[in-house]
């Protein structure tokens, strides 16, 4: 029996083992920062041991063929790709070109490491230009002959020769490549505006180049001309300026069609600066100047604008490092919710009438853009869009007869009005717009006259910005994004579709060759930066993502891969050590909302150990901060290094590259509408990677990241999730900051006046408060002990709840409704304490005056009874004048309450709107 208990016990216990749980070690939490790892990878460190390799092409003429430079450890290499023939070969022989360098500048050069800036090709492909040693140089490719020119004029920041002589050899590199493509990237800029210019207004005049009659407006035939003087403007006839038309007489220093001055960024000296300022040049006004004129191509015509700062307020900054002393200055800054604010006037002029006549305003302080001459005579075109900027239209005026016509407009109640200019298609006679009506932003095709044709692209992805147009062919090329199955949602690329919404083309999809001639896909896809060729037969493009090093290559007309030309080579820099960064994609604290971030480790990553994470946030709108392109080096690469998790995420709200909704989430409420997203992203990576330590989070970020930073541990809850922040130039009350930002992306609302809303107003002014009402007690009664409690615990329930736990919710709606009864029930027997203390205090006074005028009576003679008669004809006397006073005073202040009342409408901003912006 004994036996066969021992026989069926063994199993029991070893059952009994097995289900035991084991009771898991703490993970060793990291301590300590490593800073000679963080040091060894600096960026200096990381530029030696590699090179990305990322293609601009420079289009030689008008063909396909092109020219591009790169850096490799072999040095920079110069190449001229023909895509037609699938070549790709040196632009020029670099060692002839240092050898001529060399004995032209008498200086010993190398062909690796020769750096030449503002390279050009001329348009032939046969000369090549440049700029070495501060003189131009051309050098002719075939012969191999270099002629040396005049010294370079000096573009944009140039270096001392003593910064120059401080810098090392990668410092100077760097410098000149990031200046050479800044000025490649100005040049296609201007050429690319000045084709649009030509394309949306071929009929439009530029301005004349500067001359010493520059101040001359003049028209296309040369007749007349527009001048400002004196902040009023003036027509005149070619050689006949002493009989100038003088079309305006309202001009002041703050009222100008000159230029303007004293605006942000632009400061003037305040005080006794500005009696020392006295002895400068004499100022713009008594001086003719150009006005921001545009004449139509027939002469009969032209538009103008005004600026109108007057009454904006001014800001005042020191200038610390001022010699010999400390001096102030002082611009004009309007902020948010202001009444006197930076404006704008529209006028036209009928040149045969010699009149100037203002566009007529729809909304409150409406401004004006895509002003431009239409395609018949005297058509005037324009968008207007509100103070608000939630609603815009699109607009035509005769300017011969001023019969004005809407042709459709665009509004929003809850979000502010994103647009892009109108693109007139002449050969079609229909222009195209771009709107976000449907949620996301499309292109939308309409007839000149304003009617609806169909929607060029749809659906739920983003089409973002206009390419090309061909009219011609009626095809549309443009860049977007969302689009690709798979990719992340902010990957970018080149499109082309037919007017009619048909033949949409992805026209360089995500590969990459994995040798010579075969390309593969990338998974995940990449973020392109692609140039349409010429005859539009060709794109090239660069395409990296945070964790996949740049490759170029060029595709077809169909986007088909074409040929190779660069491939980042990261072997040597991960021989030091050096690891990807890692993407990821979690939900928002709705649940339903895709967020895309990055993750950076430390390099002696240890998946045991327990790493404290940090943040690095930007909260937008315009941008939430989180990079989607390649970067061998990074600030929060290097901060991981010291021992920490670092990651970028993004939050509703914070990117205009993703839905409308999306974007507009913290639209009347830029608080801290993205710590909540943050806050719910750190706890779904926590959940999946045990090295993360929940119990030490970190936030960090400059200006609006420095707001919401200061606001992760100030502001409850999110103070109790987060431990710590480094917050540095933190604008943390956006009614302070400047007014065209922030009532943009926070939002203005306009409501009735009352004579509350005024009083509050005038507080505000006298307390430097801007665009919201701040509460507080002032000097005000401080209400009984009991009451401020019951009104700390209702604050404290309001703060501290769950509002997504629906429990939570029902029980603070409870205690609410008691506290709240509590607390009436206090302020009525407070009142009824109040009435009974009042009625005591006046039967007491009536008791004491009787009891007083009884004794005055019967203690005094009849000298001081005179006396008695005298003062109380002095005090009826004094009670009537009084009584009149108060009387005209009421009736003053009556009137003024019928002014106030009055008027109809009052722009005011909501609760503080601290966010980003700098």
Known sequence: MTRIRYEFARPVLLVLALATPTIAAEPEKVAGANYPLAQKFSREFVARNVHESTVTPQWIGKTDQFWYQTRTSEGTTYWRVDPAKKTREALFDAGKLAAALSESTKKPLDAATVSLSRVSVAEDGKKLKFVFDEYQYEYDIAAGTLTKGAKAPRTGFQPTPETLARMTEEQRRQFEEIRDRDQRREDQQDQQQQQQQQQQQGNQTPPPATTPTGYKAVSPDKKKYVYAYKHNLYLADEGAEDKAVQLSKDGEEEYTFGPQRGMFGRGRLAGAAATAAATSPPPTEDRKTRPNVTWAADSKAFFVSRADSRGVQELYLVDSIASPRPKLEQYKYPMPGEEKVRKQELFYCDVAKKALTPVKPKWKDERYTGVVWGKAAGELRFIRRDRLQRNMAVCTIDVTTGAEKCLFVESFEAAFLDSQPVRYVEETDELIWWSERSGWGHFYLYGRDGTLKNAITSG??????????????????????????????????????????????????????????????????????????????????????????????????????????????????????????????????????????????????????????????????????????????????????????VIQVGHRGGSPERSK??????????????????????????????????????????????????????????????????????????????????????????????????????????????????????????????????????????????????????????????????????KKDTGKKDETKTDAKQTDDKKTNAEAAKKETTGTGKQDAKKDNAKADDNKKTGTETTKKETAETGKHDAKKDDAKADDKKIEGKEPSPSPGT
């Open 460 to 645: 739920s992805w983003r089409a973002s910005r206009i390419v090309e147009v061909d009219g011609k062919n009626k095809q549309l090329y443009f860049v977007g994004n969302a689009r690709e199955p798979g990719e992340n949602i902010y990957y970018t690329h080149l499109y082309r579709v037919r007017f009619d919404g048909t033949g949409l083309t992805v026209l360089d999809p995500s590969v990459e060759y994995v040798n010579e001639t075969n390309p593969s896909r990338v998974r995940g896809g990449l973020n392109h930066q692609s140039y349409l060729s010429p005859s539009k037969k060709f794109v090239v493009t660069s395409a990296s993502a945070v964790d996949h090093a740049p490759v170029a290559l060029v595709y077809d007309e169909a986007g088909t891969p074409v040929m190779p030309l660069e491939r980042s080579d990261l072997g040597q820099l991960r021989a030091t050590g050096w690891q990807m960064p890692e993407t990821f994609v979690v939900k928002a604290a709705d649940g339903v909302t895709d967020l895309y971030g990055n993750l950076w480790k430390p390099f002696d990553f240890d998946p045991k150990k327990s790493y404290p994470i940090i943040a690095n946030v930007y909260p937008g709108p315009q941008t939430e901060g989180v990079v989607h392109r390649f970067s061998a080096h990074s600030q929060t690469m290097q901060l991981a290094q010291l021992g920490f998790i």
């Open 661 to 826: 909704a999306y974007h507009s989430f913290g639209y009347f409420n830029l608080r801290d509408y993205g710590l909540v997203d943050k806050k719910a992203a750190i706890e779904q990576l926590a959940a999946r990677h045990s090295y993360i330590d929940l119990t030490r989070v970190g936030i960090y970020g400059h200006s609006g990241g420095g707001f919401m930073s200061a606001a992760a541990v100030l502001e409850p809850p999110y103070n109790e999730f987060f431990k710590a922040a480094v917050a540095s130039a933190g604008n943390h009350d956006n009614n302070i900051y400047n007014d065209n930002w922030s009532e943009r992306y926070h939002g203005l609302k306009e409501v009735a006046a009352t004579d509350e809303k005024k009083d509050v107003a005038a507080t505000n002014s006298a307390t430097g408060a801007s665009g919201t009402t701040r509460t507080g007690r002032g000097g005000g009664r401080r209400p009984p002990p009991e009451e401020e409690a019951i009104e700390a615990e209702i604050e404290a329930l309001l703060t501290g709840f769950d509002p997504d736990d629906k429990e939570s919710v029902e029980e603070v709606e409870k205690k609410l409704t008691e506290l709240k009864k509590q607390l009436a029930e206090l």
